[in-house]
């Protein structure tokens, strides 16, 4: 599924070019000379190839190694790496660390929140700023939330359909996907994506922890919002 990811989020109505001018101003508003930017849970680099019109440099970090290589097909000159969120070192800083796409509700308690909060923040610059879009929040999580769509990519037809389902503060996410083009007739493929609901207090302890004073812009990103936060001018 990595090769159509992101034309089907885009099918679906996701505009990755729109949310990477608007994240790119928050980043601005913040750091206005920000050069630099590490997109953490790239995926299959639907944001990155627009961050890189955007910065001189960009990089990533991905779990997945298939999504990793649509990624490099679309940007072989960035620095694209396989890694977990929760542990990595790159052995540089950059201005700005971004993690959209609720991909930080993969960690799976309040120590692994905070663990890859300071994660970000040793790769970030003096001054730089960290933005992350968060998972549902605690409070505002749906139980059986349902959801589909049947959109064309190119050659291909594509039928997603999805359930959620809450346990505690688990959402278990499946995804079932029917693929029709001419040459393969029909295929199915099926995900299973479990997130952490944290609330939203639970979020801004991690990132005081984790030495951010964040911020919280309300009603973006689809309704999950963006915690914002700068790095100290000066290191301890």
């Known amino acids: 599924m990595a090769e159509i990811h992101d034309d089907l989020n885009e099918s679906r109505g996701k505009d990755y070019r729109t ?10 508003s913040r750091f206005p000379g920000a050069r630099s930017l590490l997109d953490i849970g790239c995926g299959a680099g ?14 990533g970090i991905e779990l997945s ?13 960035a620095g694209l790496h396989q890694g977990d969120m929760r542990g990595f070192d790159l052995g540089r800083e950059y201005d700005a660390v971004v993690c959209l796409f609720g991909s930080v509700g993969h ?16 790769h970030l610059s003096a001054g730089g700023v960290v933005v992350v879009e968060p998972w549902w929040f605690l409070e505002k999580s749906v139980d059986g939330f349902i959801s589909g769509d049947v959109v064309r990519s190119g050659r291909s037809t594509i039928a997603r359909m999805s359930h959620t389902a809450r346990s505690g503060h688990r959402s278990t996410m499946d995804v079932h996907f029917l693929v029709a083009d001419p040459e393969t007739g029909v295929r199915h493929f099926a995900e299973t994506y479990t997130h952490t609901l944290f609330s939203r207090a639970q979020y801004e302890a991690a990132f005081a922890a984790a030495g951010f004073d964040a911020d919280y812009i309300e009603d973006v990103q689809g309704g999950r919002g963006l915690f914002v936060a700068v790095a100290a001018e000066e290191r301890p």
């Open 46 to 59: 639907g944001h990155l190839v627009h961050f890189a019109e955007f910065f001189d440099t960009v990089g």
């Open 19 to 28: 949310e990477a001018e608007y994240i790119t101003e928050v980043v601005r």
């Open 65 to 77: 190694e298939d999504m990793l290589a649509v990624a490099r097909g679309k940007l072989p000159g």
């Open 107 to 122: 960690t799976h308690d309040e120590d692994e929140l905070r663990q890859t909060l300071r994660c970000f923040g040793r």
